[in-house]
């Protein structure tokens, strides 16, 4: 590229937008954040610009606004979308279907009209591996039965379905769909991780949280799933490795490559317990727990079969569970408050 192609991040200053920035920039982009910070901190801009030493790129807005969208999309000549601005809380979405069905659903619908405007047609979407429900065996491939247990899932999977007819409807459209498993860790620098507002809906967090003193034990959900330990397993992933899988993603679809979905996992599962153990030895500080009854919704395995990304990307994890709780230390230990204490002068 003679010149740095700029790419629009929705959602950008949140957890996982603030990474792939980073790595975004690392590359030769020119990343460009539109975020309304209902969810996120101002603060991280100051962060961002410290580990890429150049300015930030950021407007303040809703997605859900097409003309402000156009304008961002038109005066930054955006070559390719990332839309990372979704909620994502689960037990949020039972308790507020309706926030979640406006906000997931019509900041995408509002997206794509946009980009109808304008000559961009390439998208990378954040998805979820909540798009398979209760997987009837493991590991899970793409092809696997779509399903959802809750609004949050449910908008993806509905997200998912804009996408398909989108690209029916016209060829030049070309998709990127990343279907997550479980985003954890934080930047080697830590600078910038995950700073979750109120009771933690992740397991990291809420095991740094306790582990700094902000709270004095971790809720372990369930010891007695049909798995070695009786906890939970997940396919945890580090932010890093995550946010290289958007880097190859957006790369693929400007090179011309077909439209996509993948899961972007490790391709194996880490219990509730190999967590904590691994965590109190990377960081040297007792996670004291308490077992409690299982979440309703919650499934005993979830890991994904992540070597369509290898083939199609050519991606794949490389960090392993202990250099994902040592980077979450780092960043929680450096920032026991997260954002909180640092003023947004960007």
């Keep these: 590229m003679t010149h740095p192609a700029s790419i629009l991040l929705t959602g950008g200053a949140g957890y996982i937008g603030s990474h792939t920035f980073v790595a975004l920039a690392q590359a030769g982009f020119t990343p460009v954040i539109l975020d309304d910070f209902s969810t996120s901190n101002r603060a991280v801009l100051n962060r961002l610009q410290r580990i890429t030493s150049q300015p930030v790129l950021c407007q303040q807005g809703s997605v859900a606004d097409r003309v402000l969208v156009h304008d961002l999309m038109q005066r930054h000549s955006i070559a390719a979308v990332i839309h990372f601005a979704g909620f994502k809380a689960v037990g949020e979405s039972v308790a507020q279907p309706l926030k979640y069905y406006d906000n997931n659903l019509g900041g995408m619908m509002a997206l794509l009209r946009a980009m109808e405007r304008t000559p961009c047609r390439t998208l990378v979407f954040s998805s979820s591996a909540t798009v398979y429900g209760d997987p009837a ?30 690209r029916e409807s016209n060829p030049a459209w070309r998709t990127g769909v990343l279907r997550y498993f479980n985003p954890t860790g934080a930047h080697p620098s830590g600078l910038i991780g995950e700073d979750p507002t109120g009771l933690p809906n992740n397991l990291m967090p809420y095991v740094t949280q306790v582990a700094v003193g902000k709270r004095p034990f971790l809720n372990i959900y369930g010891q007695d799933y049909a798995t070695p330990d009786g906890t939970g397993v997940r396919d945890y992933i580090h932010i890093q490795d995550l946010a290289q899988a958007h880097v190859a993603a957006v790369q693929a679809l400007l090179k011309g490559a077909d439209s996509f979905t993948v899961n972007v996992g490790i391709g194996q599962g ?39 990304a290898k083939r199609l990307l050519n991606w794949h994890a490389t960090h392993t569970l202990a250099a994902m709780c040592a980077d979450a230390w780092r960043w929680q230990s450096n920032n026991p408050d997260g954002y909180a204490n640092e003023p947004a002068s960007v």
């Design 137 to 166: 065996s493991l590991p899970i491939t793409e092809n696997f039965p779509r399903s959802h247990t809750n609004p949050y899932g449910h908008t993806k999977l509905v997200c998912e379905d804009m996408l398909a007819a989108v």
């Design 270 to 308: 880490h219990s509730v317990l190999d967590v904590v153990r691994a965590f109190e030895q990377a960081s040297g500080k007792p996670v004291p727990y308490r077992f409690a009854a299982r979440r309703a919704g919650d499934v005993a395995q979830c890991y994904a079969d992540a070597s369509l």
